[in-house]
């Protein structure tokens, strides 16, 4: 279904960063995973390797930084492997010039990521934002 077989989740900063993102990053997953099994996910982040653990399916490697050329790219696929920067400056600050700091910046990042690499939306998962908030 997909052209690629792995996708990484990237962030290069602080453990909140991480947290803000695990709710969008365990929805996807668990959407995808039911489109096609054989996909493996990982989280590319620079803090301690158990912090994301909790999500099933997700395996900490920072390993793929090797790849990552800057903290400002967005979301692209190199070989058989899509990248997701889930910071809210990525895409060069699009996001962030237009929401700020805000649970609205990640919203629109992850679901405009979801429409272009996955053809859902964020609603298609649930249609309520708020159960988006990180837990």
Not at 53 to 74: A, R, V
Not at 75 to 92: E, H, K, P, R, V
Request: charged letters at 20%; a neutral charge; proline letters at 2%.
């Amino acid at each position: 279904m997909y052209s690629f077989r792995n996708i990484v989740f990237y962030n290069h900063f602080h453990n909140g960063d991480l947290h803000l993102s695990r709710t969008f990053v365990q929805r996807i997953i668990d959407t995808i995973s039911k489109q096609d099994a054989n996909i493996k996910f990982f989280y590319a982040h620079r803090n301690n390797a158990s912090l994301l653990s909790d999500i099933p399916k997700l395996t900490y490697s920072n390993n793929f930084f090797n790849n990552i050329k800057s903290e400002k790219l967005g979301d692209f696929i190199i070989g058989d492997t899509l990248y997701i920067n889930t910071w809210y400056a990525s895409n060069n600050y699009l996001y962030m010039n237009n929401y700020g700091i805000t649970f609205d910046c990640l919203y629109t990042l992850f679901d405009d990521v979801c429409k272009r690499q996955f053809s859902f939306s964020l609603a298609d998962i649930d249609s309520v934002p708020q159960n988006f908030f990180p837990k």
